[in-house]
């Protein structure tokens, strides 16, 4: 009797000392580190030189025109692919040295999930969660729920629609109760409610702390989900940081009405600090830092003129991206050199 | 309420989660393949050969049998005698042929359809999977050689009965005893079939293509065959892996002639555990971008 009970007291001892070892771990590591990630097939260079650092919390977008090397170094974060040259760690781990360890708290797809079609949805979940271990296999239906393919969990995968098969693959990923969720491409092909359906579901899952790492190049998607991006091109990463210092960047502009417009012209652009200064149908557009536009409005009240609106309008990242691509291009076009965006700070 | 039931779905996980065993990875290669057509067309060509051959033996009856081997001579004696013939009849083309549709589609398949992916993103590692993969294609080629055994022996017993026959050797053996060996030099045929699917998981693994690694497969055992009837290759016949499709007859001779079953065990050995290393490490290392 007392041995029956010391022995699983033995077990739950080492495995909670495994469990903190891994807590420990993921909430101590860095999602996604990619250093010098480079990946070439013969002659082609599909990446060049990335680095990625995606933190916990993150809603990370990867942008970049299709052809970028986008899911190619999505392929190298999950070890399917081996890096020519360059590393990358999740949550402190390199797949290609640690295997599936280096997967733990990680989950996703890379271009579309792929499935048995010849198994129904639950089935494929099951052959999935037994592969993961855990209580995976008890939460098939929780996830088949979330994702809103619970009434044909019992159909073949292969008579599934795209959009079903995403989310599928969605919910194949939440079996894994991740950590990370990485997704390429998650919305393509999706009709605009499953576009819509899509957003707010990654919304749920970043609200339940996951660290999301989201390749795209639908720019509204990304602009609407992500806090931080890197943009590739051409294999090379030519931005990464903050989505608003990125949108900042690309040009801080105002907009300005007033009680005379006419007038308000004059003196913005007498101001100091004050740029761009033009008048349209819906008031003045300006640029200038904020200290700047504070000097401006005092400006406009001791001249007697009454400021109706002013508002900030950032550059969108659609701008800011083909500000970022198209620059590169150009600039690879004309001298072969190594592309670069067009932007001064952040560029990498 | 259980705890699984009552933390959020999305919620990340706060422990680790225990990893899956290889056995594990394995059943679920069988259920796969239980699962798919496909797999029953290679079983079904060996349960139908037994059976029409019994059917047509049981029509003609009456004629004689020409006696070209003890077993043909003894077909409408004793229905033990069937099972013998069909393994004589089914060693050289038609199982390795069963063998490799299987073995050599168990890897290029899952690369073709993007479902290798799926499952190197999940806890397992790649030496798991590919372990279990070989298990599978072997317990396949098991499964159609003991299941040929078992129809042709149901069917020439329910047509000739359940009688004594003459080994190889001339002495008369029990039907009970003869029951016994028949399914011993089944399971000492698998060795070679085994070194047969090893190669077609290679060429699997290799190929990406499953067409190809099947073809491959067949091909290689042609070859084998060609190679041993070229005069002036005698030498090389007792390292060709088609020469132990035979060294299951040592068993049906009186006494036990084990010499040929050893020599088959460790030269197959010498064909799977090459091909089975080089396709391991090209697994271990290949780029997964199918799909």
Known sequence: ?348 | MSSVASASPLAPATDARRRPSTLTVYRWELRKLISQKRTYLGLGLIVILPLFFVIFQSVRQNHGHGGESIFAAQITQSGLATPVLMLTFLVLFMLPLVAALVAGDVVANEDGNGTLKTILTRSVDRGQVFAAKTLAAWTYAATAVLLSAAVATVAGVASWGFHPVRSLSGTVVSAPEALLLIFAANAIYLIPLFAVASIGVLLSTATRNSAAAVVGTVGCVILLDIISGIPGMEGAQPYLLTQQFEAWQGLLRTPTDWAPIVHSAWLCALYAVPALFVGYLVFLRRDVAGG
């Open chain 1, 1 to 348: 009797m007392r041995q029956s009970a010391a022995g699983p007291a033995r077990r739950t001892t080492a495995e909670d000392e495994r469990g903190c070892d891994w807590r420990e771990a993921l909430d101590n590591a860095q999602p996604v580190k990619a250093r010098g990630l480079v990946k070439r097939y013969k002659e082609v260079l599909a990446v060049d030189h990335v680095d990625l650092n995606v933190r916990a919390g993150d809603v990370y977008g990867f942008l970049g025109p299709n052809g970028a090397g986008k899911t190619t170094t999505l392929r190298m974060a999950l070890g399917l692919i081996m890096p020519s040259e360059g590393s990358v760690e999740l949550f402190g781990r390199d797949p290609l040295r640690a295997g599936a360890r280096a997967l733990e708290g990680v989950a996703g797809f890379v271009e579309a999930p792929r499935f048995y079609p010849y198994l129904s949805a639950s089935k494929n979940l099951q052959l999935l969660a037994a592969l993961d271990g855990g209580d995976a296999r008890a939460r098939i239906d929780e996830v088949l729920d979330v994702v809103e393919l619970g009434a044909r969990a019992q159909h073949k995968v292969g008579g599934y629609s795209h959009g079903m098969r995403q989310r599928l693959g969605i919910a194949a990923a939440l079996l894994r109760r991740p950590r990370l969720l990485i997704l390429d491409e998650p919305a393509t092909g999706l009709d605009p409610a499953g576009m819509r359906d899509m957003r707010e579901l990654i919304r749920r899952l970043a609200g339940e702390g996951i660290t999301v790492l989201l390749s795209s190049h639908q720019l509204p998607e990304v602009q609407d989900l992500c806090d931080r991006v890197a943009i590739v091109d051409r294999g090379r990463v030519v931005y990464e940081g903050a989505l608003a210092d990125l949108r900042r960047q690309g040009g801080a502009g105002y907009r300005l009405r007033t009680t005379d417009d006419e007038r308000a012209l004059g003196v913005a652009r007498e101001q100091p600090g004050i740029d761009h200064v033009s008048l349209g149908e819906n008031g003045l557009v300006l640029d200038g830092q904020e200290r700047d536009i504070g000097q401006l409005s005092l400006a406009l009240g001791r001249a007697g003129i009454g400021i109706l609106a002013l508002t900030p309008e950032l550059a969108t990242l659609e701008d800011l991206f083909f500000r970022l691509t198209e620059g590169s291009n150009a600039a690879n076009g004309a001298d072969g050199t190594t592309p670069r965006g067009s932007l001064e700070a952040g560029v990498v």
